[in-house]
């Protein structure tokens, strides 16, 4: 008797989550972003949220975002389920675009080098400039993962790094 009563609950258990995770996708098509994304902007990136209220992120003026705003939701996508502001979950058409949004600080700019390593650099600097045109200085300031989700953290100067880490991602 307790067997069957245990296995009736697993079923029922079973049924109900499958009942609950197998639903249809659901997605938002629009040109404009519906309102409270305004909370997820952040420079370089727009945001949209879908029925299931998920946050889709895209880089400004991608051809992914003009094509989620007429098509609505590609099938081939990145999810990152609670990793967003307020434990959102993120999506996004590639997993670098999630990265470069959730690394995003007013007034710094962050690169990603080979090895993963996180470079910030303030907005405008021209070490920005020579490391976009030229690679990495060769005089810079290293924290082994002291940055966000324990990334090596690099800049060419160690108050950039402080500065960084303090600002608030969300602002």
Known sequence: MQRSVVTLTLIVGLSLFLACTTGT????????????????????????????????????????????????????HTVRPLAGPGGITIKAVEGRTIDAYLLARPGFVTRIDKRGHLWVFAAGSPELSQFDTKGAPAVHTVRPLAGPNRMTIKAVEGATIDQYMQADPYL
């Open 25 to 76: 996708p659901t997605s938002v098509a629009g040109t404009v972003a519906p309102a409270g994304t305004a909370a997820y902007e952040r420079a370089g990136f727009e945001t949209r949220l879908d029925k299931g209220g998920r946050l889709w992120v895209f880089e400004s003026s991608s051809q992914a975002l003009s094509d989620y705003d007429s098509k609505g939701a590609p099938a081939v």
